[in-house]
């Protein structure tokens, strides 16, 4: 039961153009989600979150916006660089009543590449 | 370095023989979770721990798998009479209290079973 999914598992973009990375997520008790770059062999990097009570969420280049009706998020970085080249994660949890649950589900991951 | 330790990095073992995963948290983090990513595979939930208390193991397999994270020193993910099906990247995150939703996450312990 795959309740967080990636549907693209890569994406080639041009460095300085927009990458576009997408989620959808099934289970509707989900209240906050993130995004985190993985390079390989290392552990992944928290890059932004986002509470259910928002609809997007900014930091520098990196913008996500969420969906509910359509529990659907997306990470939008501009300008893209070829250091971003990573696998992206996004990941949902639980936070009832204050107490977070602590559990973190995770999609499969998208290859970014980034081309000079 | 104040990021989340783990060792070793890297670990060989027998099938049959026991894997021992040490994580050390982020100064002043008392909440430490374990996750395990197969091959093409996201990471998978596997145990939530605060100190000497295991508060969620729903991602723990029932046998072999146990875990603890003691009020002094490291926590512990420990895997007896490992089989080739434990070979996976086992990470460890931790975080400062309930509620703070970021979860920082250390390099990885990379098992194989052979």
């Known amino acids: 039961d795959q309740q967080v999914k990636q549907n693209s598992p890569s994406l080639s973009v041009q460095e300085g153009r927009i990458s576009i990375l997408n989620c959808d997520y099934t289970?509707?008790?989900?209240?906050?989600f993130l995004w985190y770059k993985k390079y390989p062999a290392e552990g992944p990097t928290f890059l932004i979150s986002?509470?259910?009570?928002?609809d997007k969420n900014e930091d520098g280049r990196f913008t996500v916006f969420l969906n509910k009706s359509a529990k659907h998020l997306s990470l939008h970085i501009v300008p893209s660089q070829p250091g971003d080249s990573a696998v992206y994660f996004c990941?949902?949890?639980?936070?009832?009543?204050?107490?977070?649950?602590?559990?973190?589900?995770f999609g499969q991951g998208t290859i970014l590449t980034v081309h000079p | 370095n104040a990021g989340v330790m783990q060792n070793p990095r890297h670990l060989v073992r027998r099938r049959g023989q026991e894997a021992r995963l040490r994580c050390s948290p982020m100064?002043?983090?008392?909440?430490v979770y374990w996750y395990r990513q197969l091959p093409e595979e996201g990471l998978k939930f596997m145990v939530y721990?605060?100190?000497?208390?295991?508060?969620?193991e729903s991602g723990m397999p029932k046998e072999r798998f146990s875990a603890e994270f003691p009020k002094e020193g490291p926590s512990i993910l420990r895997i007896q009479q490992v089989v080739r099906g434990d070979s996976a990247a086992y990470f460890c995150?931790?975080?400062?209290?309930?509620?703070?939703?970021?979860?920082?996450f250390g390099p990885g312990t990379r098992l194989t079973v052979t």
């Open positions: 995150a931790s975080s400062p209290r309930q509620g703070k939703y970021e979860q920082y």
């Open positions: 289970n509707s008790m989900f209240d906050y």
């Open positions: 986002i509470s259910s009570i928002k």
């Open positions: 990941a949902a949890g639980i936070n009832a009543g204050g107490t977070s649950y602590g559990k973190l589900t």
């Open positions: 100064k002043g983090h008392s909440h």
């Open positions: 721990l605060q100190k000497e208390n295991i508060i969620d």
